[in-house]
């Protein structure tokens, strides 16, 4: 009998900050689409900075290395579980490889990347649809889909901490279209796609008279840390300002 996967265990791809071909953090990013079906690496803004997005502290404060690339372990086209390193520049001479929102700009903590295209990886992307906050409610779950401290399991599959929604996800918290979780997320976690995932809950296709039910999978949002080290509330930048950022690098 085959092994059976959820398909947000493998969207979820594990990231690594590099300078110099040395690795000074890591983190998470995933795929999404533009409704016009270009596809995008998002994951923090903080990752490709290698800043505090608040501060503007450098994260690597042993060596003040900045990253100048990120390997992305993308999953393999030879076969679903496999993974291939796949190496994106962050900067060509002194202008950044990332697109951030168009009105939000640095003050957002999450960018885009074009993905170029590649024979040797398949893309699993997420869609981020501009209600997706109406999927859920204060109390109700949502897991964070990503990699604690770097931890995979298998050869590059992620980890799911689920938590709860803690305010609510249709208000604007502290001016910024983000909303906050109570969940046990870590280092490494940051650029997980927020997802409410249930399983056997809606219909997937309808055929011959026969109703087949499947997994239910909404996006979100990106999560981008915590609101402080003491506290496990997290910040969730919501999908639909995700969608936003699609659309204008797609009509770059």
């Known amino acids: 009998m085959p092994l059976q996967i959820s398909q947000p265990s493998h969207q979820s791809l594990y990231v690594e900050m590099q300078a110099n071909g040395d690795t000074i953090g890591r983190g998470t990013g995933f795929v999404a689409s533009s409704s016009s079906g270009n596809k995008f690496l998002l994951t923090n803004r903080h990752i490709v900075t290698g800043r505090n997005q608040d501060t503007a ?48 700009g640095g003050t957002a903590d999450f960018v885009a990347l074009p993905i170029a295209d590649r024979a040797d990886i398949e893309l699993y992307p997420y869609r981020a649809e ?16 990503g990699f604690p401290f770097g931890e ?25 279209p983000v909303f906050l979780i109570d969940c046990r997320s870590r280092e490494g976690q940051s650029g997980s796609p927020v997802i409410r995932y249930l399983e056997g809950g809606g219909l997937s296709s309808y055929a011959a008279g026969l109703e087949v039910f499947g997994p239910v999978c909404w996006l979100l949002g990106i999560y981008s840390g ?16 995700i969608a936003e950022l699609l659309e204008y690098a797609s009509a770059r």
């Open 152 to 176: 995979r399991t298998g050869a590059s599959f992620a980890i799911w901490a689920t938590g709860f929604v803690a305010s609510e996800p249709e208000l604007n918290h502290g001016g910024r």
């Open 130 to 145: 501009h209600f997706a906050q109406m999927h859920v409610r204060p109390a109700e779950t949502v897991s964070v889909v």
């Open 57 to 104: 502290e450098l994260l690597c404060k042993k060596t003040g290395a900045i990253p100048d690339a990120l390997a992305v372990w993308h999953n393999a086209s030879s076969a679903l579980g496999e993974f291939v390193q796949v190496d994106m520049p962050l900067i060509d001479g002194d202008t950044p490889q990332w697109i951030e929102h168009p009105n939000l």
């Open 226 to 241: 915590r609101i402080n080290s003491e506290s496990d509330l997290g910040v969730v930048w919501k999908a639909y300002a």
